[in-house]
C-alpha cells in the first residue's frame, strides 16, 4: 500500500472523532475536549427526548468533579435542565465553591433556571455569600440574577446589600432583579408594598447604592423624591448619565470627542472599572490631569478621587485597583490631600499606599502620622510604613535618628514581610551595618538578603556566612563584597570557580580564570559565564601579551554567541593590529549580527594608515583566500565612485584604440546615505508600521499584482533614520506606465 493511498483511507480525524461515538462512554476518555463534548451531547439527547434522566443526573454528578473546568461547568449546566431533586440542589450549591469563576457563574444560571423548592432552603443563603464575597465580577452578576429567581422577596436584603458592590454593573444586575421581584407582585398592593420597602432601605445604604436604587425608582409612580438625597458619590454609569450606553464603544468615542472639561471627574472616577481598556485609559489620562487649584483646593481634589480609595484592596471590581493605582502614580506629589485622606480613612489597602507615597512624595506633615502606623496590627502596613519611612531616611541622608530607630524596631518585627522591609531601608541608607546582626540575618528572605549585601556598610560577618547560602544570587552577591574588602583569597576563588551555580562562578573569576575558560570550549559553558569571562578580559587586555591576546581574540570570533565574537573585535588594539587581527576585522564587518558589524566598523575606523594596509588584501587573487576578505576591504576602502556614462565610455574607447593596458577615469566619491558607523547599533529588530492590501494571483488580476511587487520593491532596502520623515511619492515615484507600471484598473469607495 502506497503513502498516499494510506491516507486516503485513513483520513486524519479530528479529536471529537477519535471517540466511539457513544456519549455515555466517550464522557469517561481521557481527552478533556472528548468528555466536554459527551456531556453537552447527553444533555442535548435529555431535552430533545424529554426523558427522566435520572441516570443522567448521576453522570454529570461525576462530571462535576473532572479536572478539566470546562467539562465542570456543562455538568452544571446540564444538572440545571434536569427535573429538580434534593440531590441535585445539593449539588448545584457545592458547585457555587469551585476554584474556577466560569463553573460557580454556570452554578448560578442553573439555579436560576431550575427555580425548584428544593433549592430555595439551601441555595438563597449561598447566593447571598456569593453575591457579597465572589472576586469575580460577572459570578457576583450571575448570583444577583439567580437570587431573585430562586428566593423571590425574600431575596431583597440580600439584593439591597448587593447594591453597595464596587462594580456598576452587579449593581446593574442587583437593580434589575429587584425591578423584576416587584413586577411579579400579585397584586398591585403588594407591588407597592415592596416599593416601598425597597426604597426605605435607602437611608442604611452607602452613596453609590443609593444612585442605583435612584435609578430603580425612576420607573416606579413613587419617582426619585422617596429615595435619600446623594451626596458625593461615585455615580453610576448607567443611572442617567450622558456617558452610559450599553456599547462600551459608544461611550469612548462620546469621551474622546467631548472638550476636556465637558465631563466632570466625577463622571469619569467610575470609568476606571470599565472593562474596555481605551475607556478605562481615557478616564486615566484626563483625572491624571486634575490639579488642585483646579477646584476650592486640595480638600476637593481629595473628595472627589477619595472614593477610589477604596478600589485599591477590593479584588471584587476588575481593573479598577491596577487603574487606580496607575492614577496616584501620575498625580504624583499632587495626591498629598488623598494621602492625608487614605490616613484618615483607616483601610489597611489605602494605609499602605500612603505610607509609601510619603516615602517617596515629600509630605513632612504626614510623617508623624506614618510613623504612629509601625505597630499597626496588619502586616501589610507595617511593610509599607518600613518602605514609606526607609524612603524618608534616604531623602534625609541618613540623619533622621527618630525615624532610624523605628526602622531598627522593625528588625525585630515576628512578620519576615516587615523585617525584610526594614532590613532594606537600613540598606538603602547604608546604615545596616550597624544594626543588623546575624540572627536578624538568617530571617530574611532571599531576596532582602541580597538586597541587604548591596550595603557598603554590611558586617563581615554576614558576608562569611552568605557565601555558604543557598541561593545562588546572594552567594554572588557575598563573593563580590568580599572581593571587594580585599578578603577573597586565591584558594576560595579556586573553591568558587567549582560552583554549580554559574553565577556564583562568575563572581569569583579573575583574569588567569577567564584566560582559562576562554581558550576551553565556549560552547559548553553557560551564556552568562563566558560572556562575563569575555567581559573580565577585555577589562585586562593591557596585562595579555599580544600572542596571548591574538589567540583569546580568534576563540571568541569563533564562537557562535554574536556577544563573544563582538568581545573579540573589540578585544584588538586598533592603534597597531596584526595580519590576523586586520583579516578578523574585515570578517567582522560582514557578520550577520548588526551589533557586531558596528564594533568592527569602530575598530577600522581608528586603524591608521588603512588604506594602505588595506590594498594587499584587495589585490588577493589566490584561490585558497577567501572573497569574503576582499569584498569587506573593498567595502571599507570605497564608499562609492560616480561616473558621467557617456565621458567614461569616450574614455574606454579610445584608451582601446591606442592599445592602453591602463585607462584613467575621472569621477567623484559619492558617499553612501548610510554607513555603518552611523547607523551604530540601530537593529531592525521591530515594526514601526505596516500597510496590507489583498491581492489575487488570478490571470485576470496579473498586472495589478505586478504593480504591487514593482512598488514594494521600490521601497526595500530603505533606512528611515531616527527623526526622518518617509515621503512615500518620493520613494516610489508616480504610478504610471512611463516608471513602469501597467494599466491595472480597481474599484476604491465606488469609483473606478
Known amino acids: ?22 456519549p455515555w462512554i466517550d464522557v469517561l476518555a481521557e481527552d478533556p475536549l472528548l468528555r466536554r463534548a459527551a456531556v453537552d451531547s447527553l444533555r442535548a439527547a435529555f431535552e430533545a427526548e424529554d426523558g427522566e434522566g435520572r441516570g443522567l443526573a448521576w453522570v454529570l454528578r461525576e ?20 427535573p429538580s431533586t434534593h440531590e441535585g440542589a445539593i449539588w448545584l450549591i457545592e458547585a457555587l465553591d469551585d476554584p474556577m469563576p466560569s463553573v460557580r457563574e454556570a452554578a448560578c444560571h442553573a439555579l436560576a433556571r431550575s427555580c425548584h423548592e428544593h433549592a430555595v432552603a439551601g441555595a438563597g443563603s449561598r447566593l447571598a455569600g456569593t453575591l457579597r464575597e465572589d472576586p469575580v465580577w460577572w459570578v457576583r452578576r450571575a448570583a444577583a440574577r439567580a437570587l431573585a429567581a430562586v428566593a423571590g422577596v425574600e431575596a431583597i436584603d440580600a439584593l439591597l446589600v448587593g447594591l453597595e458592590d464596587p462594580f456598576w454593573r452587579v449593581r446593574h444586575a442587583v437593580v434589575q432583579a429587584l425591578g423584576l421581584i416587584v413586577e411579579h407582585g400579585t397584586s398591585p398592593d403588594e407591588r407597592e408594598a415592596l416599593r416601598l420597602r425597597v426604597l426605605a432601605a435607602g437611608e442604611a445604604l452607602d452613596e453609590a447604592a443609593r444612585a442605583a436604587l435612584a435609578y430603580l425608582a425612576g420607573g416606579w409612580p413613587e419617582g426619585e423624591d422617596e429615595v435619600p438625597a446623594v451626596l458625593g458619590i461615585i455615580r453610576d454609569p448607567g443611572a442617567g448619565l450622558e456617558l452610559s450606553d450599553p456599547d462600551p464603544a459608544v461611550v469612548t468615542a462620546r469621551l474622546l470627542a ?24 481615557e478616564a486615566l489620562r484626563r483625572l491624571a490631569r486634575l490639579e488642585p487649584g483646579d477646584a476650592s483646593g486640595e480638600g476637593e481634589l481629595a473628595s472627589i478621587l477619595g472614593p477610589a480609595l477604596a478600589w485599591i484592596e477590593d479584588p471584587r471590581t476588575p481593573n479598577a485597583a491596577a487603574a487606580v493605582a496607575a492614577l496616584l502614580d501620575r498625580l504624583g506629589p499632587r495626591a498629598q490631600s488623598l494621602a492625608a485622606r487614605a490616613l484618615d480613612v483607616g483601610r489597611p489597602g489605602a494605609l499602605a499606599w500612603a505610607a509609601r507615597f510619603v516615602g517617596i512624595h515629600p509630605a513632612e506633615v504626614l510623617h508623624d502620622r506614618v510613623v504612629a502606623l509601625h505597630d499597626h496590627p496588619e502586616p501589610r502596613v507595617r511593610e509599607a510604613v518600613m518602605d514609606g519611612l526607609g524612603g524618608i531616611l534616604v531623602r534625609e541622608r541618613g540623619r533622621a535618628p527618630e525615624i532610624e530607630a523605628v526602622l531598627v524596631a522593625g528588625l525585630g518585627d515576628e512578620d519576615r514581610a516587615v523585617l525584610g522591609a526594614a532590613a532594606r531601608a537600613l540598606a538603602a541608607a547604608r546604615c545596616s551595618g550597624r544594626h543588623l546582626q546575624i540572627d536578624g540575618w538568617s530571617r530574611l528572605r532571599a531576596r532582602d538578603r541580597l538586597v541587604l549585601l548591596g550595603d557598603p556598610s554590611v558586617r563581615t560577618e554576614i558576608l562569611e556566612q552568605a557565601v555558604s547560602d543557598g541561593d545562588g544570587r546572594v552567594r554572588a552577591a557575598a563573593i563580590v563584597g568580599l572581593d571587594g574588602r580585599g578578603l577573597l583569597t586565591a584558594e576560595r576563588r579556586r573553591r568558587f570557580a567549582d560552583d554549580p551555580d554559574p553565577l556564583v562562578r562568575e563572581a569569583a573569576l579573575d583574569l588567569e580564570e577567564a584566560l582559562r575558560l576562554a581558550t576551553s570550549d565556549l560552547e559548553e559553558l553557560p551564556a552568562a559565564l563566558r560572556r562575563a569571562a569575555a567581559r573580565l578580559l577585555l577589562r585586562g587586555a593591557a596585562l595579555l601579551e599580544q600572542d596571548t591576546r591574538e589567540r583569546v581574540g580568534a576563540g571568541l570570533f569563533a564562537a557562535l554567541d554574536p556577544v563573544l565574537r563582538m568581545r573579540a573585535v573589540e578585544l584588538i588594539d586598533p592603534s597597531a593590529p596584526s595580519a590576523s587581527e586586520l583579516e578578523r576585522l574585515l570578517a567582522a564587518s560582514r557578520d550577520t549580527v548588526p551589533m557586531v558589524r558596528s564594533a568592527a566598523a569602530d575598530q577600522l575606523r581608528r586603524v591608521p594608515g588603512l588604506a594602505d594596509r588595506l590594498e594587499p588584501v584587495t589585490r588577493r587573487v589566490a584561490a585558497d583566500d577567501p572573497d569574503d576578505l576582499r569584498l569587506a576591504a573593498w567595502s571599507t576602502l570605497i564608499c562609492a565612485c560616480g561616473l ?26 559619492v558617499t553612501p546615505r548610510e554607513v555603518a ?34 512598488a514594494a520593491s521600490r521601497l526595500d532596502g530603505t533606512v528611515l533614520m531616527p527623526g526622518e520623515e518617509f515621503d512615500f511619492n518620493g520613494v516610489v515615484g508616480p504610478r504610471d506606465e512611463a516608471n513602469g507600471y501597467r494599466v491595472a484598473p480597481v474599484i476604491a469607495q465606488g469609483e473606478l
Do not use: W
Open 1 to 22: 500500500m502506497t503513502v498516499d493511498a494510506h491516507l486516503s483511507k485513513f483520513p486524519r480525524r479530528t479529536r471529537i472523532e477519535r471517540g466511539c461515538g457513544d
Open 63 to 82: 462530571a462535576l468533579s473532572d479536572s478539566h473546568a470546562p467539562v465542570r461547568s456543562a455538568a452544571v449546566l446540564g444538572l440545571g435542565r434536569l
Open 258 to 281: 467631548s472638550d476636556a472639561d465637558a465631563v466632570s471627574p466625577e463622571e469619569l472616577l467610575p470609568l476606571l472599572a470599565e472593562s474596555h481598556v481605551a475607556l478605562r485609559d
Open 644 to 669: 558621467e556614462a557617456q565621458e567614461a565610455l569616450a574614455r574606454l574607447e579610445a584608451g582601446l584604440r591606442r592599445g592602453q593596458q591602463t585607462i584613467p577615469m575621472v569621477g567623484e566619491t
Open 677 to 710: 558607523a552611523q547607523l551604530g547599533h540601530v537593529t531592525f529588530d521591530h515594526v514601526l508600521g505596516y500597510f496590507e492590501t489583498t491581492y489575487s494571483r488570478a490571470a485576470k488580476h496579473r498586472a495589478r499584482t505586478y504593480n504591487l511587487r514593482l
